[in-house]
C-alpha cells in the first residue's frame, strides 16, 4: 500500500524550563507520522514544499528518520517552513502563527509534480488547511490531481478541519470545503467545527450534509462522544472508551484519522476501524505534543 499525505507543516516552538523546544507538526503531518507507525511496511509520503534552507534541510531529515517519504517535498528556494510558537498562560495554550509566506502554500503550483506525487497512490489524504494555504490556482490544480489519482483507484480521504482565520470568507472557506467533499470517498470531520462554522444542529446533520454534497463516505468526531459514520451505505455509531486525564487534546482529531484509515485500507471491518482510530486518539490526548511517541507503546 502507498499512503500520501498532501500539507504544510511547521516549526513548533514549545516552552520548557524558560527556554522552547523546537519540534515540527501540521495536521497532514501529524496524521502522515501516525500512519507510518502504524503500517511500517507501507509506504507514506508527504507531500508538500519547503525552503532550500538549514531549518528545511532538518525537516526533511526528521521526515526521512520517521521513515516517510520525502521524494514529493519540493523545494521552493525563495520560501521557508512556516512556524507556530505555543504560550502557556495558567495551563492554557494558546498559538501564535507565521505561516503567512511558507513554502508549503506553494506546493500545488507544479500540475505535474502533484500528479506524480499521487501516481500508483492507494491514499490520498489531505486537509481543510491544505485547501486554506494554497496560492493562486493551487486548489484547482490539487482537485484536477485528485481527480485523477481517483480514476486509477486511489482512495481519497478529507479532514475539512476548519480554521477560518485562513480563509478569506466564511462564504468562500465553505464553497471550498463542500467542493472537495465532493471530490472525496470519505469525510472525516469534527462535530464542533462543523458546527460552528456550517450551522449543523447535530452529528447526523454533518452527515447528511456532506453526503448530499457528494462524499462516498463520512464519520463524524464529537470528542468524547460517540462517533457516527456513513460508510458503503450503512450507518455506524461507536463511542470512544471515556478518557478522564486528558494532558493535551493536540492531534486528537488527526490521529483518529490515521488509526481509522490504516485499518479501513487493510479492510477491516468499519466497526474495527473507528475503534482502532478512537483508542490511538485516546492515547494520544494523555500525552503532550502532537506527535506521542509513548502512545504508540
Ligand atoms: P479534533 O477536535 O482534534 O479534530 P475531536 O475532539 O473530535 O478531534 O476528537 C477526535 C477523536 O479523539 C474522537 O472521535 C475520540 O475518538 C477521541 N477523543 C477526543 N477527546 C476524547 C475524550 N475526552 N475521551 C475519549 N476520546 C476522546
Known amino acids: 500500500m502507498r499512503m500520501v499525505f498532501v500539507g504544510e507543516a511547521m516549526v513548533e516552538l514549545a516552552p520548557e524550563a524558560g527556554l522552547y523546544r523546537r519540534g515540527f507538526a501540521g495536521d497532514t503531518f501529524n496524521m502522515a507520522w501516525y500512519a507510518q507507525k502504524l503500517a511500517p511496511d507501507w509506504q507514506t509520503d508527504f507531500v508538500s514544499a519547503i525552503g532550500d534552507d538549514a531549518i528545511s534541510a532538518e525537516f526533511s531529515g526528521f521526515v526521512a ?16 517552513l512556516g512556524l507556530y510558537m505555543i504560550s502557556l498562560q495558567n495551563g492554557e495554550r494558546s498559538f501564535a502563527y ?58 481519497i480521504a478529507f479532514d475539512p478541519n476548519i480554521r477560518p482565520r485562513l480563509w478569506a470568507s466564511g462564504d468562500e472557506m465553505r464553497a471550498c470545503l463542500t467542493r472537495f467533499a465532493g471530490l472525496s ?50 450507518s455506524y455509531a461507536y463511542s470512544p472508551d471515556p478518557v478522564h486525564s486528558v494532558t493535551d487534546s493536540t492531534a486528537a482529531g488527526d490521529s483518529f484519522n490515521a488509526g481509522f484509515l490504516t485499518a479501513w485500507l487493510a479492510g477491516q471491518p468499519v466497526e474495527a476501524a473507528l475503534a482502532a482510530g478512537a483508542a490511538l486518539a485516546g492515547r494520544v490526548i494523555q500525552y503532550r505534543g502532537a506527535l506521542a511517541q509513548q502512545a504508540l507503546a
Open 65 to 80: 528518520q520517521a521513515g516517510i517519504g520525502t521524494a514529493h517535498l519540493q523545494v521552493i528556494p525563495e520560501r521557508s
Open 98 to 155: 507565521w505561516r503567512g509566506q511558507s513554502a508549503a502554500r506553494r506546493l500545488a503550483e507544479d500540475a505535474a509534480a502533484l500528479n506524480a506525487a499521487f501516481a500508483a497512490a492507494d491514499l490520498v489524504v489531505f486537509s481543510g488547511i491544505t485547501l486554506a494555504i494554497l496560492e493562486g490556482k493551487g486548489c484547482d490544480r490539487l482537485a484536477q490531481a485528485l481527480q485523477a489519482a481517483r480514476a486509477t483507484g486511489a482512495r
Open 185 to 234: 470517498d470519505i469525510v472525516l470531520a469534527s462535530f464542533d467545527d462543523e458546527a460552528a462554522h456550517f450551522g449543523d444542529g447535530d452529528r447526523q446533520a454533518t452527515l447528511a450534509r456532506y453526503l448530499s454534497a457528494g462524499a462516498g463516505a463520512v464519520v463524524v468526531k464529537d470528542g468524547a462522544a460517540q462517533v457516527l459514520a456513513q460508510i458503503g451505505g450503512q
